[in-house]
C-alpha cells in the first residue's frame, strides 16, 4: 500500500520509506489515501491472533515484507497477549500491559523495531534517537536492545522522572544508550529536533526517530482491537462503545483505522485528562491548545497531541463519521474517585485507564457494552495508585528485576554539541 504525506499529496512513499523516514516535507505525517475494508470479519475473529493480525496487517506493508517474513514478525510482535477482563457484566477493561514494559506501547515498539531489522540491510547504520517523559524510552530501549547495526538514545529529564521509570530503559546496556539531560522535557525535545536538521547528522549515523507518528506503531496497534472483540462473548460484539485514554492519539487513531476496515465499533469516546485540546475541540470546532499541565496520568499530559490529524483526515474523506466520536476531559478529582471506584467493583486500575473509564461509565446506555484500554500495569504507577485505594501493590517481575540492576545513564548538559559529537561517535 502506498503512504501519502498529509502535508504534501505528491510526496508518495512505501511502506518501508515510512517506516524508516518517519515524517514526511514539512513535517507531514504519512498515511494511506485510502483504507480498504477486509471481508468476512466474522471468520477474522475466530481465527488465532496470528493468523488474524496476518490478513490485517498483510495490505499494508505486503511491498516490502514476503509473507514469511511478515509471519516471523507477528509471532515475535505478538508474543505477549491483549486480554478482556470484565469488571462487570457490561464493562470491560482491555489489559495492553502483559508486555515487557507492562505498557500498550510495547505492541508498537516491538513491532516497529522487527520490521526495520527486516527489510534486508543495505548496511547503513541506524541510530534511533528518542526523548521520552516516561513509558516511550523504556518500551523502545527493550524492543531495540540487541539488535544489529541500530544504535539507540534516549533523553529524559534529569530527576523528572520515577525512578522505576528510569530503571526500566537506563539498565540495559549494549546498543542502549541513555542520557539524562539538565532541563526538562521540552529541552530534550528540542535536542532530538536540532539533531533532526541537522541533514549531514541524519544521513551519516542514519537517523530515526520511533515515536508514535511512526506509522508502524499504529499498524501493530490495529490488530488488539479486534482480538478484544474476538474474546467478547458473540451476543455483546454489536453494540460496542470503546472509550480511550487519549495523549497523543496513537491508540484511538488505531481504533478507528480498525473500524473502517470493519470491525463493528458502534462509538469512540476519547477520555483526556485536564489536557484537553481534542474534547474541546470536537465541542466547539476551534482548535486552541493550552499550556500543559502535570497530572497523575502522566502519560497523557500532551496538549499539541500529534496524531490528530490522520483522525482529522479520515473524516473530511469521509471514511469516518465524527457522529462516531465523542469527548471527553476529566478533572484530577475526578480520575481518583473513579479508580476508586474501579476497586469498588474489585479491580485495581490505574489513573490513565480510570480517565478512560469515567468517559465510558458516563455515557454507556442500556444495551450497550463498553470497553476502556488498560494502557499500564498499575504497578507503573505503585506510589499513586497505592495513596489513592489505600492498598500495597506488589512490583511484577519486570520491574523488579530492573530495580537492583545499575543505572548506566550519561549525564549531559542540555547542550548540542555534546549530542552531536556524542552521536558521531557511537
Ligand atoms: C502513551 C500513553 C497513553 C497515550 O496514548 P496515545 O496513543 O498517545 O494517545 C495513555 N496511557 C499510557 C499509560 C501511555 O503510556
Not at 104 to 126: E, Q, R, V, W, Y
Amino acid at each position: 500500500m502506498k503512504l501519502y504525506n498529509l502535508k504534501d499529496e505528491t510526496q508518495i512513499v512505501d511502506f518501508e520509506t515510512a517506516v524508516k523516514t518517519g515524517l514526511g516535507r514539512n513535517q507531514g505525517l504519512f498515511f494511506p489515501k485510502e483504507i480498504t475494508p477486509l471481508d468476512n470479519i466474522e471468520q477474522l475473529l475466530s481465527m488465532d491472533v496470528h493468523s488474524r493480525n496476518y490478513k490485517i496487517l498483510k495490505p499494508f506493508v505486503s511491498s516490502n515484507l514476503n509473507d514469511e517474513t511478515l509471519q516471523k514478525i507477528i509471532e515475535k510482535t505478538f508474543a505477549f497477549p491483549a486480554k478482556i477482563k470484565a469488571v462487570n457484566n457490561t464493562e470491560y477493561c482491555l489489559e495492553l500491559f502483559h508486555g515487557p514494559t507492562l505498557a500498550f506501547k510495547d505492541f508498537g515498539a516491538n513491532f516497529m523495531a522487527n520490521c526495520l531489522t527486516s527489510f534486508g540491510s543495505d548496511d547503513k547504520p541506524i541510530t534511533i534517537l528518542t526523548a521520552t517523559s516516561g513509558d516511550t524510552g523504556a518500551a523502545v530501549a527493550h524492543a531495540f536492545h540487541g539488535l544489529k547495526n541500530i544504535q539507540v538514545v534516549i533523553l529524559f529529564p534529569q530527576g523528572k522522572i520515577s525512578e522505576l521509570q528510569q530503571k526500566m530503559f537506563t539498565t540495559l546496556g549494549d546498543n542502549i544508550h541513555t542520557i539524562s539531560i539538565e532541563g526538562s522535557f521540552d529541552d530534550c525535545q528540542q535536542l532530538v529536533k536540532q539533531s533532526f536538521d541537522q541533514r549531514d547528522l541524519v544521513n551519516s549515523v542514519g537517523l530515526n526517530s520511533a515515536n508514535s507518528i511512526n506509522i508502524s506503531r499504529l499498524l501493530a496497534q490495529v490488530c488488539y482491537y479486534f482480538d478484544a472483540f474476538s474474546q467478547l462473548p458473540a451476543d455483546k460484539r454489536d453494540q460496542v462503545v470503546v472509550s480511550i485514554p487519549s495523549g497523543n492519539f496513537g491508540n484511538l487513531c488505531a481504533g478507528v483505522i480498525a473500524k473502517i476496515l470493519g470491525l463493528p465499533i458502534k462509538h469512540f469516546i476519547a477520555a483526556t485528562n485536564v489536557n484537553d485540546t481534542v474534547p474541546r475541540y470536537l465541542e466547539t470546532g476551534e482548535w486552541s491548545p493550552k499550556e500543559t499541565i502535570a497530572t497523575i496520568s502522566n502519560a497523557m499530559d500532551v496538549s499539541k497531541p500529534n496524531n490528530w490529524p490522520r483522525i482529522e483526515y479520515m473524516m473530511e474523506t469521509e471514511q469516518f463519521a465524527s457522529s462516531a466520536l465523542s469527548g471527553i476531559g476529566v478533572s484530577e478529582e475526578q480520575t481518583e474517585e473513579t479508580l476508586q471506584a474501579i476497586y469498588a467493583q474489585g479491580y485495581v486500575s490505574e489513573p490513565h485507564a480510570a480517565v478512560a473509564y469515567h468517559g465510558l461509565h458516563k455515557s454507556l446506555k442500556d444495551g450497550e457494552t463498553g470497553i476502556f484500554l488498560g494502557t499500564a500495569h498499575p504497578a507503573k504507577f505503585k506510589s499513586t495508585v497505592e495513596d489513592i485505594l489505600d492498598i500495597d501493590l506488589s512490583l511484577p517481575k519486570e520491574l523488579a528485576k530492573c530495580v537492583v540492576k545499575e543505572d548506566l545513564s550519561h549525564e549531559f548538559k542540555a547542550d548540542f554539541k555534546q549530542l552531536e559529537e556524542f552521536l558521531y561517535n557511537l
